[in-house]
């Protein structure tokens, strides 16, 4: 039996890489909530496509006669780019190693 022990980095990368799902699935069900709470016309099957939510809410904020808030929107952009800089690291570091 081989036994290994991760390196601090392949630790931080897990975290990381947690944390990052952590929050876009946190940030998805806020906005989604929201959405749903000011009526907004959604399709639950959509709701877990990235970019699906923001562009509900341009939607929802044009008919309302409003300009979305772009920092919402950036926000969930860059987010999202978290997320998948965390999964290469993690594919490329942790779950690759042996």
């Not at 929050?23 to 709701?47: D, P, Y």
């Not at 044009?62 to 998948?84: C, D, E, K, W, Y």
Request: glycine residues 8%.
């Amino acid at each position: 039996m081989i036994e290994t022990n991760p390196s601090i980095g392949q630790v931080l990368i897990v975290v990381w890489f947690a944390l990052a799902i952590i929050v876009e699935i946190i940030g998805s069900t806020i906005l989604w909530v929201w959405l749903r709470r000011r009526g907004a016309k959604l399709i639950f099957g959509l709701t877990g496509i990235p970019g699906y939510l923001e562009l509900a809410y341009i939607v929802w904020s044009r008919s309302q006669g409003r300009h979305p808030n772009m920092t919402l929107i950036v926000f969930r952009a860059l987010s999202l780019v978290n997320a998948v800089v965390a999964g290469i690291w993690f594919i490329l570091f942790v779950a690759t190693r042996q």
